[in-house]
């Protein structure tokens, strides 16, 4: 007996759980010193602060590299997938971003490789290597559609960011539930901005982002490793 099931959402939920054995659940890119701080200290603080990353750094620079690399791998462009990935990398505002991003991609390859996507092996031990290439090559190679994958990126994001925000501020379950439903409502807009930007454009800005991120560095007392 077959089904109408499409194993590529299959994937692409595979892709996007928190079981996904990155340990992508130990950061939270510079939150935990935004709670610190007093930046955020209710249910909207932590809503307001995630959408306008979602919005003013991801979707101008994630979405879009995260497009030219998948699509880089679709047509057997390996070299523009690495240049654009080095791209990436630089434009992280803080060592630890950096650092978190090296470590979540090198996670992501070594498991890919496991999972018969021998392509990649290589990025195992780049020092460039991070969740948006190893995210889009996954993706690519089980036959995901771009809209799909970079909404489910989107979304994981989203998730991560939220769960920090519950174990920080703190908030409840359904809080978290609030803001999940209102982040689902602005995640198609920020594909679609970050989809519509030239080369040129490409490029986030969140002065607050990279503040808490380097200060996050020196913390005192830290749940999180960003």
């Known amino acids: 007996m077959t089904t109408g099931i499409d194993t590529s959402l299959l994937r692409l939920l595979q892709l996007a759980s928190p079981m996904l054995p990155v340990g992508a659940y130990a950061y939270s890119q510079g939150l935990e010193w935004a709670v610190e701080r007093g930046w955020i200290a209710d249910e909207a603080g932590a809503a307001d602060w995630i959408e306008g990353l979602l919005h003013h750094g991801l979707a101008h620079l994630d979405v879009p590299l995260l497009a030219r690399i998948y699509r880089a791998f679709d047509d057997d462009r390996d070299a523009d ?50 969740f948006v290439p190893l995210f889009a090559l996954a993706a690519q190679r089980w036959r995901v559609a771009l809209d799909a994958t970079l909404g489910a990126y989107l979304w994981a994001w989203c998730e991560n960011q939220t769960a920090g925000a519950i174990k920080l501020v703190p908030l409840g379950q359904t809080a978290g539930q609030r803001i999940l439903s209102r982040l689902v409502a602005a995640i198609p807009r920020a594909v679609a901005a970050g989809l519509a930007l030239d080369d040129g454009e490409i490029g986030a800005l969140a002065p607050r982002l990279a503040i808490a991120s380097a200060l996050h560095e020196t913390q005192y007392t830290r749940l999180f490793r960003s």
């Open 81 to 130: 997938a690495h240049a654009w990935s080095r791209s990436l990398h630089a434009a992280r505002e803080s060592a630890e971003l950096q650092a978190e991003q090296r470590q979540l991609g090198q996670s992501l390859a070594r498991l890919l490789a496991d999972l018969d996507i021998p392509a990649a092996r290589p990025w195992v031990t780049l020092p460039y290597a991070g």
